[in-house]
């Protein structure tokens, strides 16, 4: 089946078709961010928010070449990564030896406690989910056979967890930066 019969079935929520597409498409994409950021955990994840996006926002796409859209929109995603590595390695390498003490300090106990309460926040499912997968490291068909549930719940789940948690730790995010300054 060629792409653009699984982007139309896609469209029309059919499940098996995303998969299908998912399949075929993931490990390449993931080898493509990986060479940008070689970090194959970080790569994986913003090929996974790249379909986690696609999936919720079906309907709204019309993509000419689904090949290029998920390229690029990978490709961006990872330049905004090593922004964001760039920006904070130049101001860590600002912070005076008083405040990087009390930086870590912060980072230590604070930081940990307020991401472990926003985690606690998440619905049992899926706080279990996340924890299964960013604490002891399983992969989505593991999660999947582990909770006996579909490898495409996890995936969903799992992007909703990292929404949640990107929105929920803005502001400690800008706290921390506060410190740093």
């Known amino acids: 089946m060629k792409d653009s019969e699984l982007i139309e079935l896609i469209k029309k929520g059919d499940e098996r078709a995303f998969e299908k597409f998912f ?10 961010a990986n060479k940008y950021l070689h970090d194959i955990d970080k790569a994986e994840s913003i090929t996974q928010e790249i379909f986690v996006l696609l999936w919720e926002k079906k309907q709204k796409y019309q993509i000419q070449s ?8 990978v490709r961006n995603r990872c330049n905004n990564e090593l922004k964001r590595i760039q920006y ?22 604070t930081v940990l406690g307020k991401i472990n309460s926003i985690i606690d ?12 997968n960013r604490i002891d490291g399983l992969k989505y068909k593991e999660i999947a ?7 495409k719940t996890v995936e969903n789940q799992m992007g909703k967890a990292l929404k949640y948690l990107r ?15």
């Open 121 to 132: 926040t998440l619905p049992e499912q899926r706080k279990k989910i996340f924890k299964l």
């Open 88 to 109: 904070e390695q130049k101001y860590r390498s600002k912070i005076n030896p008083e405040s990087q003490i009390e930086y870590l300090n912060y980072s230590d106990s």
């Open 66 to 73: 689904i090949k290029a859209y998920l390229f690029s929109a």
């Open 23 to 32: 399949k075929e498409h993931y490990i390449g994409l993931v080898a493509f």
């Open 167 to 181: 929105l929920n730790l803005s502001e400690l995010k800008k706290q921390v930066y506060q410190i740093m300054l």
């Open 145 to 151: 056979n582990k909770l006996n549930i579909s490898p």
